[in-house]
């Protein structure tokens, strides 16, 4: 199948080109959610994407897309209508023929014969590319390892987050259900200084206090899930909306990064954060991040692992309510401290009492039962 320049709208699908090919994105054939998630994550119109690795079985593959490395699935790709990225010559016909336009981008071996100039570009220029995007990152595992820590990726929509995600597990990662939910939950692996990391890319979410299955799910594996270090991932550009959902995190865990992601797009907005002084108020780091061009990854790493080692020690802001709360939650707050038997529980006894407070229906049936287990068995898991 050809295709014509990208001027036309008309191509093929991004599925259909061979590895270390570079092509720009005509269109997406997606619509609603599948396609904003495509846009969020560099899948524009208009920008190169590159495939640089199939998984032994021929999918996924990993996309080097404005920097970032994204893993999609084949029925992903198909959506994904691309042109070619080569100029064409001045005495060539190249986008006007349908043929000789496959031809430039899409072949995957030179003629036979006489190698000419421009067969000897193409192969230099694909090996380049092939060199530049050989890295560990974009490699399946092989083997089972061991994760050494499990981290959650934490946030609103639309903070970058899934881009994060792919950008530091490549092709190493699967989807799968929450136990007893219909919503599908993106796991994967990472190595970082010799470790191995499961990296758990959560539903977005604008708050604990759930509204919907997604945000539910979230909830529950910030709460109960026990990661080892709980990221959150944030938009520079309107910080003060993702500070909700940060501050409500730090009343669950004090083992938190913050990735202050989408700095770029911050500074051509001309939005300066005062990212040291805004670590010291919430009492966690913050670690700038661009991560649909893999930048900040390496100290957001160091950083998570430093924190799940202890090297890093925090003291996450508490947020204090009216007089009227705070009373209430100082008489439920001791007698939880002495139920749940504090060593064996992962939840602050504040955060449960201020929970029993706001009367959530479905997460107060979920601490009371777990409660009176606790009692039951001398101790709570969380």
């Known amino acids: 199948m050809g295709f014509r320049s990208a001027n036309t709208g008309e191509g093929v699908p991004l599925s259909a080109v061979p590895l270390y090919v570079t092509c720009r994105i005509c269109r997406l054939a997606l619509k609603d959610q599948a396609r904003r998630r495509l846009l969020h994550i560099g899948f524009a119109p208009g920008a190169q994407v590159t495939p640089i690795r199939r998984s032994p079985a021929g999918d996924p593959t990993a996309y080097s897309v404005r920097g970032a490395m994204v893993a999609l699935r084949r029925e992903q790709a198909d959506e994904i209508i691309v042109a070619p990225d080569v100029p064409p010559s001045p005495d060539s016909k190249s986008y006007d023929s349908p043929v000789n336009a496959h031809k430039l981008c899409c072949h995957s071996q030179v003629p036979t014969g006489l190698m000419t100039p421009d067969n000897f ?76 990391f499961r990296l758990i890319d959560l539903p977005g979410t604008y708050s604990l206090l759930t509204s919907s299955k997604e945000e539910e799910v979230a909830r529950d ?133 201020l929970r029993l407070v706001d009367g959530d229906p479905g997460l107060r049936e979920e601490l009371i039962e777990r409660l009176e287990k606790a009692v039951s068995e001398g101790g709570m898991s969380a």
């Open 121 to 196: 570009d193409t192969l230099a220029r694909r090996a380049r590319t092939r060199l530049a995007y050989t890295v560990p990152g974009t490699m399946r595992i092989r083997g089972n390892p061991t994760p050494k820590y499990t981290v959650a990726l934490a946030g609103n929509p639309n903070t970058g987050k899934s881009a994060l995600f792919n950008a530091l597990t490549g092709l190493n990662q699967h989807t799968g259900n929450w136990p007893g939910k219909t919503v599908a939950v993106a796991e994967g692996l990472s190595v970082h200084e010799g470790a191995w």
């Open 221 to 353: 594996f910030i709460c109960f899930g026990a990661p080892d270090v709980t990221v959150v991932v944030t938009d520079a550009t309107c910080l003060e909306r993702n500070l909700d959902v940060v501050l409500e995190i730090l009343e669950v865990t004090s083992r938190v990064v913050v990735a202050l992601n989408l700095v770029d797009e911050a500074c051509r907005k001309r939005i300066s954060i005062d990212i040291s002084g805004l670590s010291s108020s919430l009492g966690v780091p913050v670690i700038p991040t661009v991560a649909r061009l893999g930048r900040g990854l390496k100290k957001l790493m160091d950083t998570v692992q430093a924190v799940a080692d202890g090297r890093i020690e925090t003291d996450p802001l508490r947020p204090r309510y009216d007089e009227r709360i705070e009373r209430i939650v100082s008489l439920i707050e001791p007698w939880i401290e002495s139920a749940i038997q504090r060593d064996s529980c992962s939840l602050p006894a504040r955060w449960i009492a």
